[in-house]
């Protein structure tokens, strides 16, 4: 009964961070499991794909930046995650300290860094376009077709040029300081 209740909790939290982005109006990079037009977009995106082949590690986790795909209509990428003794889970069932609700569930989720189990990958990377601050927010969601795998796919752009460079920082639980990957992002044109 406790994998259905964590499921149920874990849905109930992404929708409700969903449906945060939706009301703040800011362009939320979905999961796959709640838009299947997003999994289409992605699917398509993934034919011109061309792996980053960047590889991280900290205190015995490796993050594996993989799959970096830009159109002109959408930015996606994905990051596998690896080591020893992790959770079986890769996003983190942790809710931010900073988050205002008054929902009993999801404040128990709400644990201070220094008590959160090593391991999870955060769900909010953060992600800078030519050094600046990408206005789009984002968060992480399962990839469905990798295991310990999980994907960001970014719809709204604000005009985003032609060739970039992109960092990427993802947070892991446990471990201080965010795994940084630098990439240089070329548009893929639909004809090519």
């Known amino acids: 009964m406790q994998p259905t209740n964590f499921k149920f909790t874990f849905l109930k939290r992404v929708l409700l961070t969903t449906s945060a982005f939706a009301i703040l109006g800011s362009g939320a990079a979905i999961p796959k499991?709640?838009?299947?037009?997003?999994?289409?977009?992605?699917?398509?995106?993934?034919a011109k794909t061309a792996s980053s082949n960047l590889s991280l590690t900290q205190n015995g986790v490796t993050l594996?930046?993989?799959d970096v795909s830009y159109d002109g209509k959408s930015l996606t990428y994905s990051i596998e995650r690896e080591g020893?003794?992790?959770?079986k889970e890769v996003l983190s069932p942790y809710i931010p300290m900073d988050v205002k609700t008054t929902d009993k569930n999801l404040k128990k989720r709400m644990?201070?860094?220094k008590d959160q189990k090593k391991g999870y990958i955060k769900i909010f990377p953060e992600i800078l376009i030519d050094g600046h601050k990408f206005k789009s927010l984002g968060m992480f969601g399962d990839k469905i077709s990798e295991k310990?795998?999980?994907?960001?796919?970014?719809?709204?752009?604000?005009?985003?040029?032609?060739?970039?460079?992109?960092t990427?920082?993802?947070?892991?639980?446990?471990?201080?300081?965010?795994?940084?990957?630098?990439?240089?992002?070329?548009?893929v044109n639909k004809g090519s």
């Open 33 to 46: 499991f709640i838009s299947p037009i997003a999994a289409a977009a992605s699917a398509e995106a993934a």
């Open 168 to 187: 990427i920082r993802v947070g892991v639980t446990g471990i201080s300081k965010p795994f940084e990957f630098k990439v240089p992002v070329k548009k």
């Open 64 to 66: 594996k930046l993989g």
């Open 84 to 87: 020893k003794n992790l959770p």
């Open 111 to 113: 644990v201070p860094d």
């Open 148 to 166: 310990n795998t999980v994907e960001a796919i970014y719809s709204k752009l604000d005009s985003l040029p032609d060739s970039f460079n992109m």
